[in-house]
């Protein structure tokens, strides 16, 4: 069983589109599961045309809870709050949700012992079923926190889902960035496929998240798409590859065929599979497996 995380270093490089293509390309039936771990905005389903078979509430943290009744006024709670989260308003000490971190300490100072720490709920997780396996994928509520937790929620459920069904590999559409969700997402992965663009903030991108999979010690491939449009940018990550020895896996032109397959609700492979990108991203999805299978010591574990 082989993990890939497909991450970018920023919004817009075409991370999700390729992540559909190969979730298509890997093939139907039920060896293979698929993440969407950007819960902040997890879109995947669109192009896998996913149904929802299963909906479960995630839990983030706590947010203290005044019992009105009982509440003497005394204003501790309001001088204890380093996050200045409680006010008052008509006489009454009240918890601003937003504002508090949970951190209970004026649970702890409350002499009357009216104050309480309830669980809100950050989102919702989701198993669905598509024609390219078993999917797993997540919402976060607006303004809520703990988006890693939920990264790391559903990826343990799709490692469970893998192991009993014996399958043979997990895709992960990572989220963009290098904060707490992507460094969710590459635990425990094999190998981090990252999908750059030749443009200032997607080479500026690309560096610190390859300093990110080094940090983790997680192995990183590099393909670049919209590779045609600044060739001088495409030559410059061509040469960061080659000085740190990462696999340039291949590049991909800019194709109008894939924001028109994106509108259709398609991976581009399925909607046009002998347009150029589709040509070029089924080259790139070859060395995916074979160099997945030269990771694997026992010899070749995906077919292709």
């Known amino acids: 069983m082989k993990q890939i995380v ?3 270093g920023k919004g817009g490089t075409g991370k999700t589109s390729l992540s559909a293509a190969f979730a298509h390309l890997a093939g ?3 060896t293979n599961v698929l993440v969407d771990a950007d819960v902040d905005a997890a879109n995947l389903e669109l192009l896998l045309k996913a149904r929802r078979v299963t909906e479960e509430p995630f839990w983030g943290g706590s947010t203290a809870i005044i019992d009105q009744s009982r509440c003497s006024g005394c204003g501790t709670c309001q001088e204890v709050c380093r996050f200045d989260a409680v006010s008052v308003s008509d006489g009454e000490y009240l918890v601003d949700p937003v504002a508090c971190d949970g951190c209970a300490a004026c649970v702890y100072a409350c002499p009357e012992q009216t104050i309480t720490l309830e669980k809100q709920q950050a989102g919702e997780w989701y198993i669905s079923e598509t024609a390219y396996g078993r999917f797993f994928h997540a919402h976060l509520l607006p303004a809520q926190e703990n988006s890693g937790k939920l990264v790391a929620l559903i990826k343990r459920q799709a490692q469970d889902a893998l192991k009993e069904m014996d399958g043979d590999l ?8 290098i904060g707490c969700p992507v460094i969710s997402a590459i635990s425990g992965a094999d190998v981090v496929l990252i999908v750059t663009e030749p443009s200032l903030a ?3 991108d690309l560096e610190r ?13 590099v393909c670049i798409n919209k590779a045609d449009l600044y060739r001088e940018g495409a ?3 061509r040469d960061i590859c080659q000085v740190r020895e990462i696999p340039l896996l291949g590049e ?3 194709d109008l065929t894939i924001p028109r397959a994106m509108t259709a609700g398609e991976p581009v492979t399925l909607f046009a599979p002998d347009s150029g990108a589709s040509r070029e991203i089924q080259a790139i999805w070859e060395k995916i497996l074979l160099k997945l299978n030269e990771l694997h010591p026992a010899g070749t574990i995906i077919q292709l």
């Open 6 to 8: 497909v991450l970018s």
């Open 28 to 30: 139907s039936g039920g």
């Open 170 to 177: 997990m895709l992960v559409d990572g989220p963009p960035g």
């Open 202 to 204: 997607g080479i500026h």
């Open 209 to 221: 998240v390859l300093g990110t999979a080094a940090y983790f010690q997680v192995p990183a491939w």
């Open 235 to 237: 030559e410059q990550i």
């Open 252 to 254: 991909i032109s800019y």
